[in-house]
């Protein structure tokens, strides 16, 4: 069974600066779909990236970018210029190639300070 | 992705008492719902597929004559939490599988009293 790791229950980070979370998951699939979504207090769950595992580029949205390691199996997200509103719990996830369920790793939650 | 409304967004219910919670695609037609469960500070963890039509798909150690799962359109799938106890009271999440991207509702706060 696929799982999915995020060893940082917390993170801090200072407004304007990066903080990179991490994510680590176990495949055997060859063909398979990352991804990371956040969770603000409102508990809406907001898709920030996805990967392709496929696609050897790195994913980036606007602020967001991610570090993808196929060989490893890791996945991180770097949020750069981080503001307030980023602070939320970030779920990394998990989706086969030919499979609709996603795996939750435990998330991280984000702190910015001023 | 689709637009998801999920509904009711909070409940409060007496023990013993069945409570109906809704998910509904509003511009896409979901042959498949997903319905997750999420205790406070704890991730996502999966119920339970509703296929469209047919017989939902439970993870195991899910109850399925507790939480029933209906989904009778290619809309609305619900979710019936039945005779529910203290013990069920939890955010569940409903996430529609739909063109490019997987949505998912806005959740509903459950309080079994």
């Known amino acids: 069974a696929q799982t999915v790791t995020q060893s940082q229950p917390e993170m801090s980070v200072q407004e304007a600066e990066t903080v990179t979370l991490s994510c680590t998951y176990d495949?055997?699939?060859?063909?398979?779909?990352l991804f990371w979504y956040k969770q603000p207090p409102s508990r809406q769950m907001i898709l920030v990236i996805r990967?392709?595992?496929?696609?050897?580029q790195n994913a980036t949205e606007n602020r967001f970018s991610v570090n993808f390691q196929k060989a490893a199996k890791s996945f991180s997200l770097k949020i750069s210029d981080s503001q307030l509103g980023d602070a939320a719990m970030y779920f990394c996830?998990?989706?086969?190639?030919?499979?609709?369920?996603?795996?939750f790793g435990t998330g991280t939650r984000l702190q910015v300070t001023l | 992705g689709a637009v998801v409304s999920q509904h009711p967004s909070w409940v409060i219910c007496k023990s013993g008492t069945s409570v109906k919670i809704e998910c509904r695609s509003l511009d896409f037609q979901a042959t498949t719902m997903f319905w997750y469960r999420q205790f406070p500070k704890q991730s996502l963890m999966l119920m339970a597929t509703?296929?469209?039509?047919?017989?939902?798909?439970?993870e195991q150690g899910v109850e399925k004559d507790k939480f029933l799962i209906n989904h009778a359109s290619l809309t609305l799938s619900t979710l019936t939490v039945t005779s529910a106890h203290p013990e069920d009271s939890s955010f569940y999440i409903c996430r529609v599988q739909g063109g490019y991207g997987y949505t998912f509702g806005s959740g509903t706060r459950l309080t079994v009293v």
């Open positions: 495949t055997s699939e060859s063909d398979y779909y």
């Open positions: 509703s296929n469209e039509g047919s017989k939902a798909t439970y």
């Open positions: 996830a998990y989706r086969g190639g030919t499979a609709s369920k996603l795996t």
């Open positions: 990967q392709e595992a496929y696609k050897q």
